[in-house]
Nanobody, 125 residues
């Protein structure tokens, strides 16, 4: 059973930065596509970014392109989300997820098999 634990969330002013981490245990992390999603109050869970198993391919939602960067360290079995130029509309609970089939960088939540508990990111104006 794969377990994912996010950390790094918090309160930041608009224009600031945060770096989220997601530590994995169990499974074969290096073969998984990893993704980040977010969910604001009263809204659906939205795709943010994804990275292929080897780290060579990434994909971003248009709303975060150029501001966020996803990366992974397979040796540390951790995936990261560097968030810069944060905006109040980035406020949400951020979740990391693992797609055990790998092979791509899906933006669909249904493609992911394992989910973390989430970490709150709040951006004040």
């Amino acid at each position: 059973q794969v377990q994912l634990v996010e950390s790094g969330g918090g309160l930041v002013q608009a224009g600031g930065s945060l770096r989220l981490s997601c530590a994995a245990s169990g499974g074969t992390f290096s073969s998984y596509t990893m993704g980040w999603f977010r969910q604001a109050p009263g809204k659906e869970r939205d795709f943010v970014a994804a990275i292929s198993s080897g780290g060579g391919r990434t994909y971003y939602a248009e709303s975060v392109k150029g501001r966020f960067a996803i990366s992974r360290d397979n040796a540390k079995i951790t995936v990261y989300l560097q968030m810069n130029s944060l905006k109040p509309e980035d406020t949400a609970v951020y979740y990391c997820a693992a797609d055990e089939r790998g092979g791509g960088v899906s933006q669909g939540a249904r493609s992911y098999d394992y989910w973390g508990q989430g970490t709150q990111v709040t951006v004040s104006s």
